[in-house]
């Protein structure tokens, strides 16, 4: 029963991100957020459908894929430190069930972290991946959803 309500879940979530468009402050829709979506290499979400996620108290594990090499010091609630350079091991000490439903996000649009951090994912096994390739700069500066400093 669990793993059905993962799946629908997922497969509820991949389909809100595609119908809707991260939108700027007047209301227009954000063109960087469409262009970082059809580069996407795994199934994709926004910053409405990951807020909708949390809120539903849905379970899931939100990487950050920045790591410890970060320039803005500010992450989106909840989520925890990973890099593509991780060891296996590592990466297993982070998220260890392979069936768990995971979203990684990097800073922003062209940050190739969240989708080099997918790539090694999805290749040790793990099921259920989805990009946020917009990251923190949509969550915060377009969404205006709440970010948190990283822990020191």
């Not at 990973?82 to 649009?109: G, R, T």
């Not at 090694?120 to 990009?131: A, D, H, I, Q, R």
Request: hydrophobic content about 40%.
């Amino acid at each position: 029963m669990k793993k059905i309500f993962q799946i629908l879940t997922v497969a509820t979530f991949l389909v809100t991100s595609s119908t809707c468009f991260a939108i700027s402050g007047d209301g227009t829709r954000f063109l960087q957020y469409e262009e970082a979506v059809k580069s996407a290499t795994y199934g994709h979400i926004d910053a409405r459908g990951l807020k909708a996620l949390m809120d539903a108290n849905s379970p899931f594990v939100l990487l950050d894929a920045r790591g410890k090499s970060y320039s803005d010091p500010m992450k989106i609630p909840g989520s925890k430190l990973a890099h593509y350079k991780l060891s296996q091991e590592e990466i297993e000490e982070i998220v260890p069930d392979k069936n768990d439903l995971i979203v990684v996000y990097c800073f922003s649009f062209g940050c190739p972290l969240s989708r080099n951090l997918a790539d090694k994912l999805v290749e040790l096994g793990y099921k259920n991946v989805l990009e946020y390739p917009a990251g923190l700069k949509e969550w915060r500066d377009i969404a205006e959803y709440p970010a948190l400093p990283m822990e020191k």
